[in-house]
């Protein structure tokens, strides 16, 4: 089964952007959709937006203006970054994908803990 | 946008246990569309069921999934002690695709 490792650093300070980046497996990165999701402390999950292999990108309208999302086929990783970050940014931030529909997240990571400081 | 609201917010209950968790939708949905993740402390989510009641690759068959419109449930028949986490429902039909809040499962 496909396996995802997302990394990045765990302290970004407000105002800056976060940047993480999940690397795949294997070469899945041009059969899957690729998610990132977040669960700030306390909260339900919440996703933030898919990458196909194509580039297509499809966002949570409510982080829209903030996310970017690309993709790197030769290197097998697919990247999220967020800008103009504050305290509400702070959460586990999980990469997923989905083989068969882009919001069905069939594999994930285990998440990675980023703070925003001040 | 899609609201799911999980019930109860922790169930406390022992091994060998029938296990039955809820998740109603803000409005009515197609079961086509959803799904359930569990999540153990420390280890990654994994999808238990898609398509309101297909399982996913490996899992047992203790799991089960029924419902309709806005009401869903996930039934675990006999629980095991490695089903003790939590479970999210999530609907993928329309992005932006959301997820309940959980129901963590103890044990009693």
């Known amino acids: 089964q496909v396996q995802l490792r997302g990394s990045g650093p765990g302290v970004v300070k407000a105002s800056e952007t976060l940047s993480l980046t999940c690397s795949v497996s294997?070469?899945?990165?041009?059969?899957?959709?690729w998610s990132w999701i977040r669960q700030p402390p306390g909260k339900r999950l919440e996703w933030i937006g898919f990458?196909?292999?194509?580039?297509?990108?499809n966002y949570n309208p409510a982080l829209k203006s903030r996310v970017t999302m690309s993709i790197d086929r030769s290197k097998n990783q697919f990247s999220l970054t967020l800008n103009s970050v504050t305290a509400a940014d702070t959460a586990v931030y999980y990469c997923?994908?989905?083989?068969?529909?882009?919001?069905?997240?069939?594999?994930w990571g285990q998440g990675t803990l980023v703070t925003v400081s001040s | 946008e899609l609201v799911l609201t999980q019930s109860p917010g922790t169930l406390s209950l022992s091994p060998g246990e029938r296990a039955t968790l809820s998740c109603r939708a803000s409005q009515s949905v197609t079961s086509d569309y959803l799904a359930w993740y569990q999540h153990r402390p420390g280890q990654a989510p994994r999808l238990l069921l898609y398509g309101e009641s297909v399982r996913a690759i490996g899992i047992p068959d203790r799991f089960s999934g029924s419902g309709s419109g806005t009401d869903f449930t996930l039934t675990i028949s006999r629980l095991e002690p490695e089903d003790f986490a939590v479970y999210y429902c999530q609907h993928y039909g329309n992005s932006p695709y959301t997820l309940g809040q959980g129901t963590k499962l103890e044990i009693k």
């Open positions: 294997d070469n899945s990165i041009s059969k899957f959709y």
């Open positions: 990458i196909y292999h194509t580039g297509y990108t």
């Open positions: 997923a994908g989905g083989e068969w529909a882009p919001g069905r997240f069939d594999t």
